[in-house]
């Protein structure tokens, strides 16, 4: 097999079927945006395929430590976020770029278009970036995000949620999901989530994990990420995103 042909073959798009579908009336931004007509599948050349790539040496010290990145500490509960990325079978995926962004503790994202009113805090960004090792593992100190209201419906709100991205080798392999917190009231009334086919759905609510809890410092949820097959974590790349 050419190389051609072997990366078209390793990059074929996901069967759907787990992924939330473009059209879910109860999410309004789905109404405008989803395809009127089927699509046009259009393959991936060879220059999508190899490129761009970046370098370990753009990943910076507190990257991954969201309370660490400014002169003082973001206000809200700190917490842990790890897990791994494993391909279907469960094996590790290294040096994946996984990046995340989130709201701060009072549900205000630092972002333009979000002007509710909740106090933005001077010491949080919500934006960090890490690389899985050799075991596929990535882990995240952040602040504990809060719930947003957002304009879908009446009393519309989303529920605490950790926007993640995960890159492989190039930009096409790009995926994007969110990570929920486990028994969250607002998850059954966000269409955002229940969009999401109900099988799949759990997969993206991350456990409480007291070993990776820290005494006197942080609590720990674990959110592993599986990128194919039965098993896989739903993802919106194509559907979902608009919200920062
Ligand atoms: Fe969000």
Known sequence: MNLEKELLTHYAPPERGDEPPYLYPAYGSTVLRAPQRPLILLPHTLSELTGPVYGHNAIGETDNDLTRQH????????????????DEDGRPLRN???????????????H??????????????????ALT??????????????????????NAWRPAHIHFSLFGPCLITRL?????????????????????PERARQRLVSNFDLSLTQP?????????????????????????????
């Open 176 to 196: 994007i999901t969110q990570m929920y917190f486990p028994n969250d009231p607002l998850m059954p009334f966000d269409p955002i989530s229940q969009s999401i």
């Open 133 to 154: 090792n050799d075991r596929g593992e990535y882990q995240f100190v952040t602040i504990k995000p809060g719930a947003y209201p957002w304009r879908n419906h009446a």
């Open 96 to 110: 994946t770029l996984v990046e995340i962004w989130q709201c701060n503790a009072a549900g205000r994202y630092r």
């Open 216 to 244: 006197d410092w942080a609590l720990g949820y674990r959110f592993d990420i599986v990128l194919s097959g039965r098993e896989a974590t739903p993802m919106e790349t194509h559907a979902h995103g608009e919200r920062t």
């Open 71 to 86: 002169a003082g500490e973001p206000l809200g509960e700190r917490i842990i976020v790890a897990g791994r990325v494993m």
């Open 112 to 129: 333009v278009v979000d002007d509710h009113p909740a106090p933005l805090d001077p010491n949080f960004t919500g934006a960090g970036r």
